[in-house]
């Protein structure tokens, strides 16, 4: 019998229509990497990085896999190609949709393709809203603290609001 793995991804994207392109990434990583067992709410926030006149919306999804961590990483690329997401070569840009791999069990991994947990995950308020939303105790295994935690240390003191759509 397979091993199913508990996997959090951040979903992001400021290219309209964004909520059209965060729900088909929901399908495809509901298709191709593994049932989907908790969504948070979407949030929305100025672009971290570089300018943009569209803001980011994000959401945390909770995932069971039976794949390894570099399968995850490796289908998440996919969506984001099938979705027409285009790397720029020269730092962050507009993106139709990002997936980002946060968690993978309390795997620590970092090597030239993958780093888990995320390396920025704890500086950022528009990862750690939504993550705190759907696992508040869940223990960062570097840093031993709770997301809840992570979140009252986080100095970055962007906006993160509830998108109402």
Known sequence: MAISN????????????????LKNAEKLIGE????????SKIYESKSLGFNSDIDFINRVIEVSTDLSAIHVLEMSLEIESKLGRKRDAFGYSSRTI???????????????KLTIPHPRLHERRFTLIPLVEMAPDFTHPVFNMVNQQ?????LDNSVVNVYNH
């Not at 992570?150 to 986080?154: D, K, P, S």
């Open 6 to 21: 508990k996997v959090f991804l951040l979903l992001g994207s400021n290219i309209n229509p964004r909520i059209k392109y």
């Open 32 to 39: 191709n990497i593994g049932n989907i067992t908790k969504l």
């Open 98 to 112: 990002d997936i980002d791999i946060l968690y993978y069990n309390d795997l620590i991994l970092e090597d030239d």
């Open 150 to 154: 992570l979140l009252n240390h986080c």
